[in-house]
């Protein structure tokens, strides 16, 4: 009870002095801003340090509450304490019989002060969505990394932006005027750098889309190559035959890749042939020795082996079969060695391989036929020949 009073009077002493004209209001209202916010700010860390560390421990299996709540607390934690002090001060402030000038400084410092923080919460949380789910997502790889500057930097700079204009707003600052001109400067760069900022997004998504990665063998078009960099406008490619071939980001999007790292295993079609003169038992037990010789092999999966068509001077067989590792120097080792096999197999049962080519069949000419070279004109009847005489 007697602290309750105490209490009471100690509160209304305080009001007496900060209703006082004189330095002793201010005096009193900056000392408890100070005692204020070095309590939040230690609260705050408290918060960050024990109570986030055993709702962690609740919400260690759920990870996305988990990063939620962290960030929440982390975030509260960045809190500047000059920010703490001016957001504590100013209800003092208010509460003094103060000039109405006084009060308005006060309410800018104020504005400008919860801006500032705003802006510093906006730019942790694009930093902890950096790094817990952008690089994650996009690896950290050196294209990698320059494209998630420019995407952090871009967030940053919309919060920013946008944050300035409702502080200005807010001061009493014609905003209107103002985002019509950025408006319409906006269209104007826009137009001028299209091409360039079709690069830009096209390089944002072949970072968060992959399509490929830097490391990856690919197909554009007709050219072949390993990327080496993805960058801000262009990508660049190493060729086969050891130069550097540079493409734009849209211009890869707009036309079709062809991944070939990422081919887990490799399909074969081979297509041969042998003669119409092949017998009908061969003809039948050659899909049999391909497929025998196929399952053997360790590396090898069997597809199919058929007589796929009647060729034109040919009996044409399709075969086909998968490597299962996607090595291309694998493959080609293990393609000659099917066609060692094949050449081996017929030589063996003394099948032939087809030569493309034609035949032409003479018939024998009769007798009575040949008779008619020895016909003579007469000359009674134009066109008409008649045997010579003997």
């Known amino acids: 009870m007697w602290e309750s009073i105490q209490y009471s009077r100690f509160i209304r002493d305080i009001r007496i002095l900060m209703r006082t004209d004189g330095p002793w209001q201010w005096v009193i209202a900056i000392i408890l801003a100070i005692f204020a916010t070095i309590i939040i700010k230690a609260l705050l860390r408290t918060l960050e340090t024990h109570v986030a560390s055993r709702l962690g421990r609740w919400t260690r299996n759920f990870e996305r509450y988990h990063q939620f709540e962290d960030t929440i607390f982390k975030m ?13 001060l100013y209800p003092f402030v208010e509460f003094m019989y103060t000039n109405r000038q006084t009060n308005t400084i006060s309410r800018a410092v104020l504005i400008v002060a919860t801006s500032i923080q705003i802006t510093f919460w906006g730019f942790y949380i694009v930093r902890r969505w950096r790094e817990n789910f952008l690089s994650k997502k996009v690896g950290k790889d050196d294209s990698s990394v320059s494209a998630l500057g420019l995407m ?38 826009a137009l001028a750098a299209q091409n360039f900022l079709g690069d830009v997004f096209a390089s944002l998504s072949i970072v968060l889309d992959k399509p490929f990665i830097v490391g990856d063998f690919i197909m554009v078009g007709t050219e072949l190559g390993t990327v080496e960099n993805i960058g801000i ?30 081919m887990w295993r490799r399909r074969v079609v081979i297509r041969f042939s042998v003669p119409y003169s092949t017998s009908r038992e061969h003809v039948q037990e050659i899909p049999n020795w391909i497929k025998e010789w196929i399952i053997a092999q360790d590396q090898l999966e069997f597809e199919r082996c058929h007589l796929a068509q009647f060729g034109e001077w040919s009996l044409n067989f399709e075969l086909v079969y998968w490597v299962k590792d996607p090595d291309y120097g694998l493959h080609m080792d293990l393609q000659q060695n099917f066609y060692l096999y094949l050449i081996g197999q017929f030589q063996k ?14 018939e024998k000419i009769p007798r009575d036929m040949m ?20």
């Open 76 to 88: 509260l934690a960045q809190t500047k304490p000059y920010v703490i002090f001016v957001w504590i």
């Open 152 to 189: 952090s930097a871009t967030l940053k700079g919309f919060i920013a932006t946008t944050v300035l204009l409702i502080c200005l707003n807010n001061l009493g600052v014609n905003v209107g005027a103002l985002v019509a001109g950025l408006g319409v400067g906006g269209i104007a760069v």
């Open 233 to 262: 406008k262009t990508t660049r490619v190493r060729s086969l035959s050891g130069e550097e071939l540079i493409f734009s980001n849209r211009q890869l999007l707009e036309g079709s890749i062809k991944n070939f790292k990422r």
């Open 349 to 362: 049962k003394h099948v032939q391989f087809a030569i493309p080519g034609q035949s032409l069949f003479v």
């Open 371 to 390: 008779s008619l070279s020895s016909w003579k004109d007469d000359g009674n009847s134009e066109g008409v020949q008649r045997p010579a005489e003997s």
